[in-house]
């Protein structure tokens, strides 16, 4: 029997700046080079954080790279995400028709409509894929305000990823309420194609770097300051005003800075923000290199991090898994019962706070700006629940269990799984 191939689509890869895309290198150089199995990637020129056009093939660490070129347009306007998305949509479609089959496709919802291009690959020649959802498309869109949740648009689009969830030979969630919500939104799917797998941070990159040890610090002027950070993306789903509101309560306080470092749609309100309550207690930096991340996350004093309410069960923040692996106490904004806030309860890894309650957390901010010394205990609990339960290593062997899953099992269940769907469609 020969290698194991695996071909992923996804739109931003490494080595542009983009979440979804680093986690998935990270994934596939582990298969590659400690696993055996011929992985391929298509993705799109960087557009993300880096604009450079690379080589439209290259090889890095054994992962094959092909990156088509797509729309550029201004990813932070709805205009811009839509035809950057569907111009990758079509082009990553076209290649995987006219390629040679391959074991398994790994798909995520990034583009959301994205796993359809599997879809339709096993409709004409019996192509596997595993559907990976990141993000729950289109209740975001909706609860953001895109689209109506009556809407024709709404309808269609949710049509469209029942029929790729529905002959997934497996699907992928990223948490268990993602798994609820997956199966309260079409009852009928297979649940046993149903593989809940944590986001990871790599064990072999993120260490805990003492500060003493951390040039970042002297970098950029922070050395004997106590740290509130934030990193990642400021994307849509995220909520800012409560930390926000915190920074305007300290303003008076010397010591404590609140770093903000990376990119997205919520930086200009950000911005404004910080400039219209003149909040010289606050820093912002660009998303960092990959090689410098245990430097920007081994800055903070505390790590924070947040989730728009009703956003729980749509989506998990991967910064979550790097800020465990650093080492530090994590503050949460977000609702109280939710995947993250179950982990930072259960591991005493830091607390939670409910959004808009920027008192309490500014209270909060100061009373361990003066207990260092119990920071310790939160940072250290953080890593040890990283080390027992999300890293690379652990995530790894639950993918390698989906590859390796015998061809006429996962078959089998999917053509009864899509029979059912056919029937009832038609009835």
């Not at 080595?15 to 696993?35: Q, S």
């Not at 800020?323 to 982990?343: E, M, Q, T, Y």
Request: proline share 3%; hydrophobic share 40%; charged share 25%.
């Amino acid at each position: 029997m020969g290698m194991k191939t695996v071909k992923i689509l996804c739109q931003g890869f490494y080595p542009d700046i983009v979440a979804a895309g680093e986690l998935l290198f990270e994934l596939a150089e582990r298969l590659v080079n400690k696993h055996d199995i011929d992985v391929s990637v298509i993705t799109a020129q960087p557009s993300f954080v880096k604009k450079d056009k690379l080589s439209s093939r290259e090889t890095i660490n054994g992962v094959k790279i092909r990156r088509l070129s797509i729309f550029n347009f201004n990813k932070n306007t709805l205009v811009g995400k839509f035809f950057n998305s569907w111009s990758f949509f079509f082009k990553a479609l076209f290649v995987v028709l006219f390629a040679p089959k391959n074991d398994w496709l790994l798909i995520p919802t990034s583009p959301p409509l994205l796993p359809l291009i599997g879809t339709v690959a096993k409709f004409l020649y019996g192509q596997r894929y595993i559907y990976l959802m990141h993000d729950v498309y289109p209740e975001i869109a909706s609860r953001l305000g895109y689209i109506k949740d009556d809407g024709f648009i709404y309808k269609i689009w949710n049509f469209l990823n029942i029929i790729s969830l529905k002959n997934a030979d497996r699907i992928v969630v990223l948490s268990e309420d993602m798994k609820l919500k997956l199966t309260d939104w079409s009852k009928d799917i297979d649940r046993d194609r149903i593989s809940i797998i944590y986001n990871w941070s790599n064990e072999d990159m993120v260490k805990i770097i003492p500060k003493e040890e951390n040039y970042f610090l002297d970098k950029y002027s922070l050395r004997n300051k106590f740290i509130v950070e934030y990193s990642g993306n400021f994307g849509r789903i995220h909520e800012f005003e409560t930390l926000l509101k915190a920074a305007k309560e300290l303003k008076k306080n010397e010591d404590i800075v609140f770093l903000f470092i990376g990119d997205g749609g919520k930086k200009s309100e950000i911005e404004s923000f910080v400039k219209k309550h003149t909040l010289k207690n606050v820093l912002m930096l660009p998303y960092q290199e990959r090689s410098e991340i245990p430097f920007s996350l081994g800055m903070a004093d505390i790590q924070v991090l947040s989730l728009k309410k009703g956003y729980e069960k749509l989506a998990v923040p991967s910064k979550f898994y790097g800020i465990l692996a650093s080492g530090k106490p994590v503050i949460f904004i977000g609702d109280k019962n939710c995947h993250i806030a179950r982990v930072i309860d259960s591991n005493n890894c830091g607390f939670n706070i409910e959004t808009g309650n920027s008192k309490v957390l500014a209270d909060a901010i100061a009373y361990f700006e003066k207990s260092r010394d119990e920071l310790i205990k939160y940072g250290f609990n953080s890593r040890k629940a990283f080390e027992n339960n999300y890293t690379l290593g652990k995530s790894i062997k639950l993918y390698l269990k989906c590859i390796n899953e015998e061809r006429e099992s996962v078959y089998r269940k999917a053509l009864i799984n899509s029979k059912r769907f056919t029937v009832k469609t038609a009835g």
